[in-house]
């Protein structure tokens, strides 16, 4: 079983619309959890990290679910500059490890 | 700047000679790692390191090898490549439990 898994889309959404992404991960004993933002074939670059609590920056929301095991990210108003594709990442619970998933593909269409 | 500097930033080259894609941090992080990123399968670690001459296995670290002997440097060296580690590698290095920080990467291609 994958570590996290994700699913791969891809999402072709308008412009102005509400989309939302979900990751589920495999250890319970998992520490942090991050989104990434990744465009074509650059480095990821970190969106934001995800808390208990649920956090929000701007349009985006990341929300974390310990007991089901799934962390989820909402991008609200979508603009065309949101075309990318997000990872999420989990942090195993020495810190040793991250594993990804293996990215959700978004277009924002005009 | 705080940065993740890897080169070279593309190579191509012939099955069996050695190579080695540098990465350095000027963050003083304890943490590097190397992943390889292939379509399909996502980020995977080859190998990363805790701290100074300290270094462990990721998911995928046959056919790498790599060394801390500094705490900024962390190269990842290819004895004999195959054309099976033609992909794209990143290096990120963090402090425990922190976001990675990414290089921007080198597109290898083993011929």
């Known amino acids: 079983r994958k570590e996290v898994e994700q699913d791969p889309g891809p999402f072709n959404v308008p412009e102005g619309a509400t989309v939302a992404f979900n990751c589920t991960y495999s250890n319970s004993a998992s520490q942090s959890f991050f989104w990434y933002r990744q465009d074509c074939r650059k480095e990821p670059k970190l969106l934001m990290s995800v808390y208990s609590s649920g956090n929000e920056d701007g349009r985006f929301t990341a929300q974390l679910n310990r007991a089901s095991q799934y962390i989820s990210l909402l991008i609200r108003d979508s603009k065309l500059s949101d075309s990318a594709t997000y990872l999420c990442v989990v942090n195993t619970n020495t810190g040793n490890q991250f594993y990804f998933g293996t990215g959700t593909s978004l277009t924002v269409i005009p | ?111």
């Not at chain 2, 700047?1 to 000027?26: D, F, M």
């Not at chain 2, 270094?55 to 054309?83: A, M, Q």
């Open chain 2, 1 to 111: 700047e705080a940065q993740v500097t890897q080169n070279p930033r593309y190579l191509i080259t012939v099955t069996g000679k050695k190579l080695t894609v540098t990465c350095s941090q000027n963050m003083n992080h304890e943490y590097m790692s190397w992943y390889r990123q292939d379509p399909g399968l996502g980020l995977r670690q080859i190998y990363y390191s805790m701290n100074v001459e300290v270094t462990d296995k990721g998911d995928v670290p046959e056919g790498y090898k790599v060394s801390r002997k500094e705490k900024r440097n962390f190269p990842l060296i290819l004895e004999s490549p195959s054309p099976n580690q033609t992909s794209l590698y990143f290096c990120a290095s963090t402090d425990r439990f922190s976001p990675l920080h990414f290089g921007n990467g080198t597109r290898l291609t083993v011929t």
